[in-house]
């Protein structure tokens, strides 16, 4: 796979892959599903559009009041002292006034009220003096004041959303709006994950010396699940040939994405190679990021696969740079998602260069509203207390040294991610 793409200008001089050139690799030959189904407005939470919506009709459809007050005509405004209008009915919310209207008049109109026709300015119930049906107004008021018109929101014939709109619960709400009860949106790509390592057990079950338990198929699980994708977890699979082999012919006949983690590294790399080369194409990289060095990348019969490193830490990390993009990629978004911010670092920080760094660090914003971050404290690639405790990568560019308290350094948080 990798032979077709010609980025290897990117590459760091150590013969490891940065992590943009990895990126870029990866989201190359991936393309958007293709099927589209149509869902109930509150079922396409989370998923794409994959067709335009375009309004049918203007929100707000009617000049309506942007105040619980008085509407009236803009020529009985005094242009000084006071003026005193005659009351001669009520607008409220969905129950516009329809009787006629003179000069000289006005009507009691509560917030989203239908304004007439004739009338164009809204005062504040506040700003009126009210005796009986008799109110009096002061000069100090402008033609059209708390006056909606419509289509001033979305006009009839906008686009409301394009296609690859990712729809949040702003969407939801917008789209109810238009009064459109359904939409077509594309599929959830499906996704098959497994564990791989002979060391491995199920949280609930008894360990043995030498055994942990599986805490990848839960990280995987988690962030999966925030990504809106249909899932298939295929459990803990053993470091024997013939149950990773069925493994991957399973994952690869029904899923967009398989996504596996252990296995990758020096130690067995090999042997999971040989497994996947015989049903798929998968190059094995060394990127130069900390942690997560081993990353498999390929395809493996219609899906494609990453094999993620198996210290916690690492599966976490490399799901973040690598295997999110992929996910909206083939969901078909078009929002950029990741943004990052440059604040000051409190800790000290030490680092040695060669490879682009994911620290841990906790972004906090003090009384006067400025951001920090500081360290979770211990940043082996088993530490997941360290993500727990994490609310942002602290990423250190791969040239970078120590960092010394007080330095500015640029912070990924994890909410602006999944
Ligand atoms: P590997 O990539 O298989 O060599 O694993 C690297 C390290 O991650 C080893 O210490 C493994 O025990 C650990 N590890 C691998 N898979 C998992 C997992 N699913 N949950 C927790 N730790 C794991
Ligand atoms: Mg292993």
Redesign the pocket.
């Known amino acids: 796979m990798s032979d077709k793409l010609n980025i290897d200008c990117c590459s760091q001089p150590s013969g490891l892959l940065s992590v943009e050139a990895a990126r870029q690799r990866i989201l190359e030959p991936i393309n958007p599903v293709t099927e589209n189904e149509t869902l109930e407005l509150r079922h396409a939470l989370g998923r794409t559009l994959a067709e335009a919506v375009t309004s049918s009709l203007d929100v707000p459809s009617y000049k309506n009041s942007a105040m619980d007050g008085y509407a009236l005509h803009s020529r009985d405004l005094p242009n000084s002292g006071s003026a005193n209008l005659q009351l001669i009915g009520t607008s409220l919310a969905g129950h516009p006034y329809d009787g006629s209207i003179e000069p000289g008049s006005a009507i009691r109109i509560m917030t989203g009220a239908a304004v007439p026709d004739d009338y164009d300015t809204v005062i504040m119930q506040e700003q009126v003096e009210r005796s009986d049906e008799i109110i009096t107004i002061s000069s100090d008021h402008c033609a059209g004041e708390n006056v909606r018109y419509p289509g001033e929101d979305i006009k009839s014939g906008d686009i409301a959303g394009d296609i690859g709109l990712t729809i949040r619960p702003a969407e939801l709400g917008l789209l109810a709006s238009l009064g459109i009860s359904d939409v077509s949106v594309k599929r959830r790509p499906k996704v098959v994950f497994f564990?791989?390592?002979d060391?491995?057990r199920e949280a609930g079950d008894k360990l043995e010396a030498g055994q942990?338990y599986?805490?990848?198929?839960y990280t995987l699980y988690g962030m999966l699940n925030k990504l809106d994708v249909e899932m298939e977890d295929l459990g803990i699979i053993p470091d024997q040939p013939e149950a990773i082999e069925r493994a991957f012919r399973e994952a690869g006949e029904r899923a967009d994405i398989v996504i596996t983690?252990?296995?990758?590294?020096v130690?067995?790399a090999d042997y999971v190679k040989q497994t996947l080369e015989q049903f798929g194409s998968i190059d094995f990289w060394k990127i130069a990021m900390k942690p997560g060095k081993p990353l498999a990348f390929g395809a493996l019969g219609k899906s494609v696969f990453f094999g993620l490193?198996?210290?916690?830490v690492s599966t976490m990390a490399t799901f973040y740079q690598f295997v999110i993009p992929a996910i909206r990629k083939l969901k078909g978004e078009t929002a950029e998602k990741i943004w990052t911010l440059k604040v000051p670092c409190h800790s000290k920080l030490n680092k040695r260069p060669g490879r682009t760094d994911f620290q841990r660090g906790v972004l906090q914003s003090s009384a006067d509203g400025s951001l920090s971050v500081h360290t979770t404290g211990l940043q082996g690639s088993?530490v997941l207390s360290s993500m727990s405790k994490a609310n942002c990568f602290i990423v250190l560019p791969a040239e970078s040294g120590n960092i010394e308290a007080g330095s500015m350094v640029e912070v990924q948080p994890f909410e602006s991610m999944l």
Request: glycine share 22%.
């Open positions: 564990s791989t390592g060391e491995l942990i599986d805490s990848n198929r983690s252990g296995g990758v590294s130690g067995d490193p198996g210290n916690p088993h």
